[in-house]
């Protein structure tokens, strides 16, 4: 059952984008966990699915989902957010020349660093934030991909989407946007110029810690989009059919969820900026944010639920201070419903872009005041 045209993305969330279970008319979309499906008895598959590794119908609704509310044309959900991540490199052609953010995700940027050692890829490493950088790494003709994350994890730069698609499409590339943390709630990459865009579904669309996943919009069904639906279907790198039911069920709930996170981590960031334990707080939702103003400009409805503090005393006094925490979880990654906090740097390579003292907090759906608090007692 469709959904009329224009509807807010609210709506698009809260009824799967018109999913549910026509051959009972349950309102919850269907788990079908089959991994073969019947040929019709002129050996034909008129239902549209033939095998789990190529399609399943609990995977189609869940990219509909995200396809609709990225504003994209088509979508691919993968087993893994690297997964995803991954398979867009890995549709270039060898040796392609890549322009990737300093600031990222680490485990993306360990892959392309190991990668470029291999001579598989060429990457440059550069500041996105910084516009004259990116143009002067770009090499018209041999780059094939501007990566962008923003606000990049875990220091929270801020990228000018605008200005980098603008950048990519006169040197012939692609800006492909990572999404994960804002999610298309707060930043639309489409709009803004970029031509994929790809989420840790792990993270805020799902939004409750019990599933893998990753998704790969398309604003265009180009040979590059080709080359990826035949990298998921002959490496069998497809969602499952449970994570999929999952992840729909956990999206229905986005926009309550992400509403309450990015007010009550706007709260702490004001709250912990004046701590007399705290060098800095790195939020953009923060006038004093270095990519605020940006940030106000391509973000809507809020700032994101992604903050870090840099606690003076360095690594020494920061894990001190994660380990005295009795609310926050302990724990890596981000966007569920609970508080986590993580002392960045003791996983990432020596090269990691984030100060000794830098912990990084995803705030969850708890009482702001009792997260507050709990941060200034392991402060003390």
């Known amino acids: 059952m469709s959904l009329p045209e224009g509807v807010k993305p609210a709506t698009i969330l809260a009824q799967a984008a018109g999913a549910l279970d026509e051959s009972t008319g349950g309102v919850v979309p269907p788990l079908q966990p089959s991994t073969t499906f019947l040929r019709d008895p002129d050996n034909r598959y008129r239902r549209g699915f033939d095998y789990g590794r ?44 890549v322009v990737a953010p300093r600031v990222m995700y680490w ?3 360990k892959w392309l660093r190991d990668v470029a050692d291999r001579g598989l890829l060429t990457v440059d490493f550069v500041d996105i934030d910084d516009l ?8 018209p003709g041999r780059t094939r991909i501007l990566w962008a994350e923003t606000p ?103 926009e309550v969820r992400l509403a309450r996170q990015c007010a009550s981590a706007m709260r702490l960031a ?54 005295a925490v009795r609310i926050w979880k302990r724990a890596t990654s981000l966007g569920g419903v609970e508080s986590l906090i993580e002392h960045r740097a003791s996983i990432e390579r020596p090269d990691s872009p984030a100060p000794p003292g830098l912990l990084r907090l995803s705030v969850g759906l708890e009482d702001p005041d009792d997260l507050l608090a709990d941060l200034e007692r392991s402060l003390a």
């Open 54 to 97: 190529d399609a399943n119908p609990g995977v189609r609704p869940l990219e509909a989902v995200v396809a609709a509310l990225e504003g994209g044309r088509s979508a691919l959900a993968f087993a893994s957010g690297m997964a995803a991540m991954t398979a867009v490199f890995r549709a270039l052609p060898p040796g392609s020349h």
């Open 107 to 109: 485990g993306l940027r």
């Open 132 to 139: 004259d950088r990116v143009r002067a790494a770009l090499a």
């Open 152 to 254: 990049a994890n875990p220091t929270w730069v801020v990228a000018d989407l605008a200005g980098l698609a603008e950048l990519a499409h006169a040197a012939g590339a692609r800006l492909v946007v990572d999404n994960t943390v804002p999610t298309p709630l707060l930043t639309r990459p489409f709009a803004l110029g970029a031509d994929l865009v790809v989420h840790s579904a792990t993270k805020y669309l799902n939004g409750h810690s019990d599933l893998l996943g990753g998704v790969v919009v398309t604003k265009t069904e180009d040979e590059l989009w080709t080359e990826l639906r035949r990298i998921r279907h002959d490496e069998g790198a497809i969602l499952g059919a449970f994570e999929a039911w999952l992840c729909l069920r956990g999206l229905r709930t986005l």
């Open 270 to 323: 004001a709250a912990l900026a004046g701590h007399p334990k705290i060098e800095r707080v790195l939020y953009p939702g923060l006038p004093a944010h270095p990519g605020h103003r940006v940030a106000a400009r391509q973000m809507t409805g809020g700032f994101g639920g992604m903050l870090s503090i840099l606690v003076r005393g360095g690594a020494e006094a920061a894990i001190a201070a994660a380990a």
